[in-house]
């Protein structure tokens, strides 16, 4: 991928990096020059690729460590890039679990826990980085949805109605934002293939496989490259929508 320099010394918070969609977004990020703050639960997991992703970009890539549904811990990250940088350009909301259960199935205590970090630690986290893009009066902050989120599915009652809650707090947040000139966007993937979409992997999976236009799952970097778009100058009078990145999806 080309280096255009789109991200230029933005200073961004990206969620759920250990791997997956999180793990493109920063790559792609750090690409286009930002200063990444790169997220994730587990202390040193993610302390080799960054020092090597920081090196082949000639950025900074720095680890955070935190559970994004721990508040105390949230905040104290904004706080350490705020000594550091001064200022939060882009706040990528992409940390996510799931479960598959029917209706029937669904358990109290994984619904309760879905919803904690699909939607209520993203709220938080707007929450706390917007106050600081309202003295900046400027930010993109972007959420990861699902289309599920927009559409439905069988099997994924619960996840579906976090990813709903995103879509609805998107455009919600952006409208209470948009007089400070914070952007807040969202990103609504299909299928795309990393350790949440495998774990999927049964006849259910190859049938919604076959409602896909575009006849392949996501790549990771689509999604990136969306984010980059919306964490960039190119979207600054876009703000509210959900972007559909999902290969021309029918389910
Ligand atoms: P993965 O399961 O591969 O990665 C999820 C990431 O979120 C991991 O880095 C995980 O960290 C992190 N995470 C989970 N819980 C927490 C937490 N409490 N605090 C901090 N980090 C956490 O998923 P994907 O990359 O596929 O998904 C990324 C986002 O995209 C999610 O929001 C997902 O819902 C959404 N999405 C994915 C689709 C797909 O088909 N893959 C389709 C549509 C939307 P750890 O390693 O510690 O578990």
Not at 210 to 238: H, Q, T, W
């Amino acid at each position: 991928m080309n280096n255009a320099g789109l991200l230029e010394k933005k200073v961004c918070l990206i969620t759920g990096t250990s791997r997956g969609i999180g793990r493109a977004i920063a790559e792609r990020y750090a690409e286009e020059g930002a200063i990444v703050y790169a997220n994730a639960r587990t202390k040193g997991s993610i302390d080799e690729w960054s020092a090597e992703c920081s090196v082949k970009n000639q950025t900074i890539v720095t680890p955070l460590y935190f559970d994004v549904t721990d508040y105390a811990a949230a905040k104290q990250a904004v706080l350490q890039i705020i000594k550091e940088q001064k200022r939060i350009d882009i706040l990528v909301n992409n940390a996510g679990i799931v479960t598959h259960e029917l209706l029937s199935m669904i358990q109290l205590e994984s619904l309760r826990k879905m919803f904690e970090v699909n939607v209520v630690a993203m709220i938080q986290l707007i929450q706390i980085i917007s106050r600081v893009m309202s003295r900046q009066k400027s930010g993109s902050i972007i959420n990861i949805s699902s289309i599920v989120g927009v559409k439905g599915i069988t099997g994924q009652l619960a996840y579906s109605a976090t990813k709903g809650a995103v879509i609805s707090l998107t455009k919600s947040a952006a409208k209470e934002l948009a007089s400070q000139n914070i952007r807040v966007n969202s990103i609504a993937p299909g299928m795309v293939d990393t350790e949440m979409c495998s774990a999927d992997s049964d006849k259910s999976f190859l049938e919604r496989l076959s409602n896909i236009g575009m006849g392949r799952l996501g790549k990771p970097v689509d999604i990136a490259n969306a984010s980059v778009f919306l964490g960039s100058d190119l979207s600054e009078y876009i703000s509210g929508q959900i972007l559909g990145v999902d290969g021309c999806s029918i389910i």
